[in-house]
């Protein structure tokens, strides 16, 4: 059974950092593309960025491009996701995700950015 469990989030002011974590297992998680996608309140589901089976490529999306970092270790079967410069708007649900055969995406750890 593919499970995906995040963990990492909390209340942090406008301009601080958060580290996420997603514990993959079930799956071969070093052949799998990785990605994380959140949510806001009251809003669809937004990708975020997505890592490649190696580590290799990574991809973000234009909101958060020079402000998250995302990894992974194979060895461990985590992913990761390094929030920087946090702003309101990054206010959201995170979840980890993948596409093997179908997608599966994790209960989520919320990030909540205030003063």
């Known amino acids: 059974e593919v499970q995906l469990v995040e963990s990492g989030g909390g209340l942090v002011q406008p301009g601080g950092s958060l580290s996420l974590t997603c514990a993959a297992s079930g799956f071969i998680f070093s052949i799998a593309d990785m990605s994380w996608v959140r949510q806001a309140p009251g809003k669809g589901l937004e990708w975020v960025s997505t890592i490649s089976r190696d580590g290799s490529r990574t991809y973000y999306a234009g909101s958060v491009k020079g402000r998250f970092t995302i990894s992974r270790d194979n060895a461990k079967n985590m992913l990761y996701l390094q929030l920087n410069s946090l702003k309101p708007d990054d206010t959201a649900m995170y979840y980890c995700?993948?596409?093997?055969?179908?997608?599966?995406r994790g209960k989520g750890t919320l990030v909540t950015i205030s003063s």
């Open positions: 995700s993948t596409n093997i055969g179908r997608d599966y």
